[in-house]
């Protein structure tokens, strides 16, 4: 169509525009989120941004040699004295070889340092207030069973259990997992 009046030429096509459409990035993160981007035409010749917010407990981490908030990674690495240490999430971690030992889990959380050891394994009775000791911990060598997992077999004494300590981004757990049927009390 042309318009002599203006001296130009316009003219419209159905042929499609070369695609603008962007790969998702990152646009900023926190310990809980990422906001994540993009850019796509919308076959006008407009451009839409999208955007989204990923939440999860414990997604980043403050690296302090970057400044940034980083992409947590719940594994441990074993250092040249033995101890397992994870520092790569919002929990610093370090663990003994040795489960039996007085300071066998050391975790320092964003507010908090908790320093702890396992005494054993006991029965209590809420009623009578009574407890009873079944198993002690004994000196055993964790192994590093999967990258953010460590289990420390035949852990106590008196009976078969091993104690498994787990690391995720957004925290730890301990587990003890039977071996055989404990005694009674």
Same mark, same amino acid.
């Given at each position: ?5 203006? #001296? ?25 989120? %990422?906001?994540? @981007?993009?850019?796509?035409?919308? #076959? ?10 990923? /939440? ?7 690296? $302090? ?7 947590? @990674?719940? @594994? +441990?690495?074993?250092? !040249? ?10 929990? !610093? ?12 889990? &050391? /975790? $320092?959380?964003?507010?908090? %340092? ?6 054993? /394994?006991?029965? +209590?009775?809420?009623?009578? #207030? ?8 004994? &000196? ?26 787990? /690391? %995720? %981004? ?16």
């Amino acid at each position: 169509m042309a318009d002599a009046g203006a #001296g130009f030429l316009l003219s419209f096509t159905n042929s499609p525009i070369a695609s603008l459409d962007t790969p998702h990035v990152v646009v900023e993160t926190g310990p809980h989120h %990422r906001v994540w @981007q993009r850019v796509v035409s919308d #076959g006008l010749g407009r451009l839409l941004t999208n955007s989204f917010t990923e /939440l999860a407990t414990g997604l980043n981490y403050f690296n $302090q040699a970057t400044g940034k908030w980083e992409e947590s @990674q719940p @594994q +441990f690495q074993i250092t !040249k004295d033995g101890y397992a240490l994870a520092d790569k999430t919002q929990h !610093k971690l370090i663990v003994s070889a040795n489960l039996n030992t007085a300071v066998a889990v &050391d /975790l $320092q959380s964003p507010e908090h %340092r908790f320093q702890s050891h396992v005494l054993g /394994l006991s029965y +209590f009775d809420p009623v009578s #207030g009574k407890s009873v000791l079944l198993a002690e911990v004994k &000196d055993c060598v964790g192994q590093l069973v999967a990258p953010n997992q460590i289990v420390w077999p035949d852990a106590f004494t008196d009976f078969r259990a091993d104690y498994r300590l787990t /690391l %995720r %981004r957004d925290g730890v757990e301990a587990h003890v997992i039977l071996r055989e049927q404990p005694p009674s009390p």
